[in-house]
């Protein structure tokens, strides 16, 4: 059993379009992430929800909008795609908002815009 | 604000080498410290934490200290495997909110 899963894995697309990127965890957790990874491997947090709450959203496009229809799930939305928007973004959840709980990664979508 | 610092990769060694791989930090308050290890095509996994000064985080044979004194975490390893040849990211988290502040990463290549 996959404890965090993406789909897809691999996303093509170009420059002006609309895609989403699905999360869905099995660990019955609260909380959920999304980041950012860019060509160089850095990772950045962008979004975190805490019981379909928002709680993080860092300085991210206004073009990226999540969606948690439970807490079992977030979702990426990404308007009007931009050559830049080229990264990995991996989905993240942990028990809990406060204090330290282990982050669980899934896999990665890797977004390629031409 | 908040940053962590890694030194720059790659970082290449033959196998059962030792390894050390820096990792500085800034931080307001008394953040908590990680070691996150990516394997090839695969998402972060915690490798090893320390939440306080002088505490000692360890797993897999990897080591790392919290030197409140320099600021530092940097990561251990005596006799390094080709199996460890990954991306190493340093990270911290401070504050409420489970936030982690990552490090460019240091990608470990080891030969036979």
């Known amino acids: 059993d996959t404890a965090v899963s993406q789909t897809p894995k691999y996303l093509v697309t170009q420059m002006g379009n609309d895609k989403s990127i699905k999360c869905e965890q099995n660990?019955?957790?609260?909380?959920m992430y999304w980041y950012k990874q860019d060509s160089k491997k850095f990772l950045k947090i962008m979004f975190s929800?805490?019981?379909?709450?928002?709680?993080i959203n860092e300085t991210v496009p206004n073009r990226f909008s999540p969606k948690s229809p439970d807490k079992a799930h977030l979702n990426l939305h990404i308007n009007s795609l931009e050559l830049g928007d080229s990264a990995v973004y991996f989905c993240?959840?942990?028990?809990?908002?406060?204090?330290?709980?282990?982050?669980?990664f899934g896999p990665g979508t890797r977004l390629t815009v031409t | 604000g908040n940053s962590v610092t890694q030194m720059e990769g790659p970082v290449t060694l033959s196998e059962e080498a030792f390894l050390t791989i820096n990792c500085t930090y800034t931080?307001?308050?008394?953040?908590?410290l990680f070691w996150y290890v990516q394997y090839p095509g695969e998402g972060l996994q915690l490798l090893l934490k320390?939440?306080?000064?002088?505490d000692k985080g360890s797993n897999k044979g990897f080591e790392a200290t919290y030197r409140k004194e320099t600021t530092s975490f940097h990561l251990e390893k005596g006799s390094v495997q080709v199996s460890d040849s990954a991306v190493y990211f340093c990270a911290l988290r401070s504050g409420g909110y489970n936030k982690l502040i990552f490090g460019a990463g240091t990608r470990l290549a080891v030969h036979p």
């Open positions: 931080a307001t308050g008394y953040p908590s």
């Open positions: 660990l019955g957790h609260d909380t």
């Open positions: 929800y805490n019981n379909k709450e928002l709680i």
């Open positions: 993240a959840s942990s028990q809990e908002a406060q204090g330290f709980y282990e982050q669980y």
């Open positions: 320390a939440t306080k000064a002088d």
